[in-house]
């Protein structure tokens, strides 16, 4: 496996985007999402009273129906036929971009088409999806991994029509479990694997060992950007990492907090350009995600942008997304797959012990 090199990513970079010389760049600077959205949501837990001001244009959802899925039975070993859950990892190079949110509100626009969907909050530094939902869990996946809980116990019906599996240090066990939890743990998350159509994995921020395992086990791998040179000069190194892992063909990209289509596209082909030049990879774009004030109302509300405003613009280019996911299977049957996501993550964590 070639190792990551930070020099290597900034002379890439610095060759293929800013044309070789050294570039000191001013950008307006933009808020930390990522910050802003934990301070928006502790705000609403201590100030319930508080109201988000809107545009008047954006219409309030009716509330989400109760998800019901039914958990597949244990088992030793899932049939080689069986199809299981198209794994989706949404990933960034680095803090701040929206990736939670991003993952949240997908989950919310594959449910909307018909499909069972769950999300495994893997972000172990900061791990706040629950707080996007509106959520208090009780239970985490660290509770699988110590006191052998079923998963049906720790997953969550959330806003939407999805399950959330909050994931707290439960991650970061894993690899260093004995054999015997490991394998309940393991055996647990296939039947997760099992029972629904699509399994979207929030993974950390940023190029650690574990945020790129779990984002390279995944059948497909969204980077999340914005427009910033630093954001996509970062991005460009989480997909270095991964195509170094072999997960190329699985990379898509969004550019999220976008101004205009034009600075999607702009930003896709600046990162496409740098990847077929130097790791001979072509970057496929699954969509932008406009700057919206809609997003942050949605968290000072503590639900999905898509149930809290469905109709703003960051809603339906999410929608957008998802229908560009889907229709690379083009139906639920084809959207389950027979390669196990579980399968290629156990074979990192034995390696990793």
């Given at each position: ?208 060992a574990n945020s790129m395992a779990f ?29 170094a892992r072999g997960a190329g063909e ?18 896709h082909e600046r990162i496409d350009r ?80």
């Amino acid at each position: 496996m070639a190792a990551f090199n930070t020099q290597q990513v900034d002379h890439d970079w610095n060759h293929a985007f800013f044309g070789g010389a050294h570039v000191e760049t001013r950008v307006e600077t933009r808020v930390d999402q990522a910050e802003e959205l934990r301070r928006l949501a502790q705000a609403a837990l201590t100030a319930k009273s508080s109201r988000a001001t809107v545009p008047a244009t954006i219409s309030i959802a009716a509330p989400a129906a109760a998800v019901e899925i039914a958990f597949a039975p244990p088992t030793r070993a899932a049939s080689s036929s069986r199809q299981l859950a198209r794994a989706i990892a949404v990933s960034s190079g680095k803090g701040g971009v929206g990736k939670t949110n991003l993952a949240v509100n997908l989950a919310v626009a594959f449910a909307a088409r018909g499909l069972r969907v769950a999300v495994l909050d893997a972000d172990l530094g900061l791990a706040n999806a629950d707080l996007l939902c509106g959520l208090t869990p009780k239970l985490t996946l660290e509770d699988v991994v110590r006191t052998g809980r079923s998963i049906e116990e720790v997953a969550i019906p959330a806003p939407g029509g999805f399950l959330l599996i909050p994931g707290a240090s439960g991650v970061s066990l894993l690899a260093d479990m004995t054999p015997t939890l490991r394998r309940h743990v393991v055996s647990e998350l296939a039947r997760l694997e099992r029972s629904v159509d699509i399994l979207l994995i929030d993974t950390g921020a940023g190029i650690g060992a574990n945020s790129m395992a779990f984002a390279a086990s995944a059948h497909t791998i969204l980077v999340a950007t914005t427009p910033e040179p630093t954001s996509i000069a970062d991005a460009y190194g989480a997909i270095k990492t991964l195509v170094a892992r072999g997960a190329g063909e699985g990379i898509r990209l969004v550019v999220n907090m976008a101004r205009s289509p034009q600075e999607v596209r702009a930003v896709h082909e600046r990162i496409d350009r740098v990847s077929r030049a130097f790791l001979r990879t072509p970057i496929r774009l699954a969509g932008g995600v406009s700057l919206d004030p809609a997003v942050p109302a949605a968290v000072r509300k503590r639900e999905p942008c898509l149930v809290a405003y469905p109709r703003a613009r960051a809603s339906l280019e999410i929608h957008e997304i998802a229908a560009v996911l889907c229709g690379e299977g083009s139906s639920i049957e084809r959207n389950r797959v027979r390669e196990s996501f579980l399968g290629r993550l156990a074979s990192w964590l034995a390696r990793s012990r």
